[in-house]
């Protein structure tokens, strides 16, 4: 839209596809997207008519997940103002704020919605990104300790605690000791190899090249590596899937192409 991007996939295709058959779906993929987005954008036009907490906080999880962050950060904050201690509200607004870049805001929010539900290990995870954003590496690390001790099997959770560890190895080259920089270099590698082991998508090529810089300690390549093995947010697999249904049975589908449901379901 005027040159600017709304929105990004990626298009896996197998090996050997030929260039009309990339084109073909390339074109396919676009008109779903397109059609996907205006129909999310057609369903928020009928929520801003008559809103609730609730269909704000949903529509903000599906707009999160599009990558459209302030349009998120927008129905959370209207959410908010409806309801002061709604915790989800509370939560994703945090991480809409992270995720623009307002990283003070992001924790406070976060710490709020944390006193409302410390027993969440997503919110001890997303406190930690936050932190980890502003190399406060002490604090990101212990909240995402805390969320592994809350769900041991979270990936994404032990896959940014190795990058911390990177963090700490950028931060004090030169002044570690040597048996330091040895066990901060093997805790990201066994955190981030037991990341992968829980969910196989961590296993990729960005993951790989992160844990080779680490070997040659090129520490300001492997971390900036390891941030990007992984989206900075993934929501629970379907639930911007579920929370459109949802909205759309409780506000009407007139006028929303519900073609977008098999594109949607298959990504």
Do not use: W
């Not at 999880?61 to 989800?88: C, K, T, W, Y």
């Not at 990104?129 to 002490?138: G, I, P, Q, V």
């Amino acid at each position: 839209m005027g040159g600017r991007t709304l929105s990004k996939k990626v298009l896996e295709l197998p090996e050997g596809t030929d260039s009309e058959t990339t084109l073909q779906k390339f074109r396919d993929f676009h008109r779903g997207r397109a059609v996907e987005l205006e129909a999310i954008f057609k369903l928020g036009r009928k929520i801003d008519e008559k809103p609730t907490v609730d269909a704000y906080t949903k529509l903000g999880v599906i707009l999160l997940a599009n990558g459209f962050h302030d349009d998120a950060r927008a129905r959370f904050q209207r959410s908010i103002e409806m309801d002061p201690g709604h915790m989800a509200a509370l939560k994703n607004f945090g991480i809409a704020l992270s995720l623009l870049g307002d990283h003070a805001g992001a924790v406070a929010a976060l710490h709020r919605a944390q006193e409302m539900g410390p027993g969440f290990a997503d919110l001890y995870y997303h406190l930690g990104n936050a932190h980890l954003d502003r190399m406060e590496l002490d604090e990101a690390t212990q909240n995402y300790l805390q969320a592994l001790q809350i769900n041991p099997r979270y990936a994404d959770a032990r896959l940014r605690l190795a990058s911390a560890c990177v963090g700490y190895l950028l931060r004090g080259k030169g002044d570690l000791p040597d048996f330091k920089i040895r066990e901060l270099e093997e805790r990201a590698i066994a955190e981030s190899d037991t990341a992968a082991q829980l969910n196989p998508k961590i296993r990729n090529r960005t993951l790989l090249m992160a844990q080779d810089s680490l070997k040659l300690k090129r520490y300001d390549e492997a971390y900036k590596q390891f941030l990007e093995v992984r989206p900075r947010y993934a929501p629970r697999v379907g639930d911007e899937v579920v929370f459109f249904f949802t909205l759309t049975l409780l506000y009407g589908s007139e006028g929303i192409d519900l073609a977008m449901t098999e594109t949607t379901s298959k990504n």
